[in-house]
């Protein structure tokens, strides 16, 4: 099995910026695709960056030069850079890692961390 435990949320005044991380821990070979997506109250769930395991990122329209995701291969760690955050950014920041390689050959799809609360407020 495979668990994504993330940190970083909390409360931060418009302009603001926080680091979120999360770590994939189990029988893990390789991940493919990482990614942050978000759900604010009465909307859906949305992406807001991924990133593969060669470097390349996508990023939603709201937050390009904003935020920055990066990730660490050796540690299965992904992280979220948000700069300039705006309470239009408060939300439940969900880890999603997908396509991972497990130790015994096996091949696992989209996975979740448990959410952390980002709340961006004066």
């Known amino acids: 099995q495979v668990q994504l435990v993330e940190s970083g949320g909390g409360l931060v005044q418009p302009g603001g910026s926080l680091r979120l991380s999360c770590a994939a821990s189990g029988s893990i070979f390789s991940i493919n695709a990482m990614g942050w997506y978000r759900q604010a109250p009465g909307k859906p769930r949305e992406l807001v960056a991924a990133i593969t395991s060669s470097g390349s990122t996508n990023y939603a329209d709201s937050v390009k030069g904003r935020f920055t995701i990066s990730r660490d291969n050796a540690k299965n760690t992904v992280y979220l850079q948000m700069n300039s955050l705006k309470p239009e950014d408060t939300a439940v920041y969900y880890c999603?890692?997908?396509?991972?390689?497990?130790?015994?050959?096996?091949?696992?799809?989209?996975?979740w961390g448990q959410g952390t609360q980002v709340t961006v407020s004066s």
């Open positions: 999603n890692a997908d396509q991972i390689a497990t130790l015994d050959g096996f091949g696992l799809y989209d996975y």
